[in-house]
């Protein structure tokens, strides 16, 4: 266990926000973890207790002056297997991209679209991260957690984790803040079927000439890196959290409406009623599209992400976000919600 008292979170969130914490805690087994909750309960239950992952869609507003925690289980073990599917089990400190990789190289298929999505597997089973038609809670079997308040164990199996777009049960009011993920047991497939059905994926495919036929899962994964460096900003030479804005679903009937002033409006069909509209088209529409207020911008090839050009506070790149949601609802009449968890008052 390691503890770093009054820490620097720059290094602990994307945007690279100099925000300091009162204690973070690291740890790398789930004993670690019940005896520093009863450490904190007999001596610090005042403060408040806050687990992170790699900081890819956190945004501090301020110092945290409570405790920090962060896990570095890294094991990762296979739980079963038959000629078709494997049950595998890794702990929440991986690195969602390495297990991505290490995935494939065992032959276990199904998270290739998922490619180059920083954070930790813990992280990506709070957030139900997706990319390219394909969302990790579709792949989860179940998730080991350790409740923050009392220290039980309980797994919660996928049918318990409500999982849709970009959302699970943890991320309910009921249950936010409240428990540890410590390991996600995952289940995968032992043939490559390629999930291409994202538009543009076939397209880049047939551009490199390759046949979907004999398209492996490596090569895919190497198509879905390539995309993704082009279009978003790497966070280690810019500051960001990918998407700020989730994309808004939306009635047919707004679409209807949308449509009859800009008939070119993207989207894509939810279910008979309802469509999901891009909210980096929105952005864009409103002229944002690399447009900066003072060090927060928005960045110049995809307008949904935000940036920090360089010394930004939390405070900056949440009056940017303020000021872009004011003009995609003056335009369109849509409150865009934030994708990125704030942390901290202002
Ligand atoms: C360049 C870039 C591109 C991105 N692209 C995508 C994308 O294509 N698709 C997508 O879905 N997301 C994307 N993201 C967002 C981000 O990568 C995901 O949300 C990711 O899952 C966050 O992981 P993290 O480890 O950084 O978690 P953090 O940001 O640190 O935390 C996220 C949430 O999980 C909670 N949490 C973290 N670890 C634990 C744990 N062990 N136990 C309990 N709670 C925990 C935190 O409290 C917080 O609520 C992108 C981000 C960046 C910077």
């Known amino acids: 266990m390691e503890f770093c008292w009054n820490c620097?979170?720059?290094?602990?969130?994307?945007?690279?926000?100099?925000?300091?914490?009162?204690?973070?805690?690291?740890?790398?087994?789930?004993?670690?973890?019940?005896?520093?909750?009863?450490?904190?309960?007999?001596?610090?239950?005042?403060?408040?207790?806050?687990?992170?992952?790699?900081?890819?869609?956190?945004?501090?507003?301020?110092?945290?002056?409570?405790?920090?925690?962060?896990?570095?289980?890294?094991?990762?073990?296979?739980?079963?297997?038959?000629?078709?599917?494997?049950?595998?089990?890794?702990?929440a400190g991986v690195t969602h991209d390495d297990f991505v990789l290490y995935a494939i190289q065992h032959g276990w298929y199904g998270l290739e679209n998922l490619s180059l999505i920083p954070g930790q597997v813990g992280s990506s089973a709070v957030q139900n991260i997706g990319a390219y038609g394909v969302e990790v809670g579709d792949l989860i079997k179940s998730v080991q957690t350790i409740s923050l308040e009392d220290g039980t164990c309980k797994t919660w199996n996928h049918d318990e984790?409500?999982?849709?777009?970009?959302h699970s049960i943890f991320k309910d009011e009921a249950f936010r803040g409240k428990y540890a993920i410590c390991h996600v047991v995952f289940q995968l497939k032992k043939r490559f079927?390629?999930?291409?059905?994202?538009?543009?994926?076939?397209?880049?495919?047939?551009?490199?000439?390759?046949?979907?036929?004999?398209?492996?899962?490596?090569?895919?994964r190497e198509i879905i890196i390539g995309i993704r460096e082009k279009k978003l900003p790497d966070p280690k030479v810019t500051g960001n959290a990918g998407s700020?804005?989730?994309?808004?679903i939306v009635s047919n009937d707004i679409l209807y409406r949308i449509q009859k002033q800009y008939p070119d409006v993207p989207s894509y069909v939810v279910d008979t009623e309802h469509v999901k509209i891009p909210a980096g088209w929105l952005i864009e529409q409103?002229?944002?599209?690399?447009?900066?207020?003072?060090?927060a911008a928005v960045h110049d090839k995809?307008?949904?992400?935000?940036?920090?050009?360089?010394?930004?506070?939390?405070k900056d790149i949440l009056s940017l976000c303020?000021?872009?949601?004011?003009?995609?609802?003056?335009?369109?009449?849509?409150?865009?919600?934030?994708?990125?968890?704030?942390?901290?008052?202002?």
């Open 8 to 91: 620097s979170l720059k290094e602990y969130n994307t945007f690279g926000i100099d925000a300091m914490a009162h204690l973070l805690v690291k740890y790398s087994s789930e004993g670690e973890l019940l005896a520093f909750l009863e450490q904190y309960r007999r001596e610090m239950s005042h403060l408040p207790l806050l687990h992170i992952g790699a900081g890819s869609n956190l945004l501090f507003l301020s110092d945290y002056s409570g405790v920090i925690l962060f896990s570095e289980i890294k094991d990762i073990k296979i739980e079963s297997e038959n000629e078709d599917a494997i049950l595998v089990s890794v702990g």
């Open 161 to 166: 984790l409500a999982y849709s777009y970009r």
């Open 193 to 220: 079927t390629p999930c291409l059905s994202y538009g543009g994926l076939t397209s880049f495919i047939q551009a490199k000439n390759i046949q979907q036929e004999t398209l492996s899962a490596l090569q895919l």
């Open 244 to 248: 700020f804005f989730m994309n808004p």
């Open 286 to 295: 409103c002229g944002w599209k690399g447009k900066a207020l003072g060090p």
């Open 302 to 314: 995809q307008a949904l992400v935000l940036v920090n050009r360089g010394g930004a506070t939390g």
């Open 322 to 346: 303020k000021a872009v949601q004011e003009s995609v609802y003056e335009k369109f009449g849509m409150r865009l919600s934030p994708e990125v968890n704030f942390i901290g008052g202002v």
